[in-house]
């Protein structure tokens, strides 16, 4: 079993920057893959990006390569998303979630909000 807690959402304006963190707790981090996901205000959940286990692959949907950043700590079981040049339509509750690979994810955190104001 895995325990997710995601931290460091907020409120910030058009073109900020915010870090998303996901702790874990449990079985050692370093086994799973890790994603983030966001869901908008009457919208459905949809895959940010996510990083495998071991060689640390990333994959980021297209929305937001090249503003979004993830990583991960093993050592400290936190994986990061760093956001940049923040735009209103990346308003969401922003989920990480965390799975035997990056297309099957079997734990998830409950949400942190980000709000983007233009």
């Known amino acids: 079993q895995v325990q997710l807690v995601e931290s460091g959402g907020g409120l910030v304006q058009t073109g900020g920057s915010l870090r998303l963190s996901c702790a874990a707790s449990g079985r050692t981090f370093s086994s799973y893959a890790v994603g983030w996901f966001r869901q908008a205000p009457g919208k459905e959940r949809e895959f940010v990006v996510g990083?495998?286990?071991?060689?640390?692959?990333?994959f980021y949907a297209d929305s937001v390569k090249g503003r979004f950043t993830i990583s991960r700590d093993n050592a400290k079981n936190t994986v990061y998303l760093q956001m940049n040049s923040l735009k209103p339509e990346d308003t969401a509750v922003y989920y990480c979630?965390?799975?035997?690979?990056?297309?099957?994810?079997?734990?998830w955190g409950q949400g942190t909000q980000v709000t983007v104001s233009s």
């Open positions: 990083i495998s286990m071991g060689s640390g692959s990333t």
């Open positions: 979630a965390a799975g035997p690979h990056l297309s099957q994810y079997d734990y």
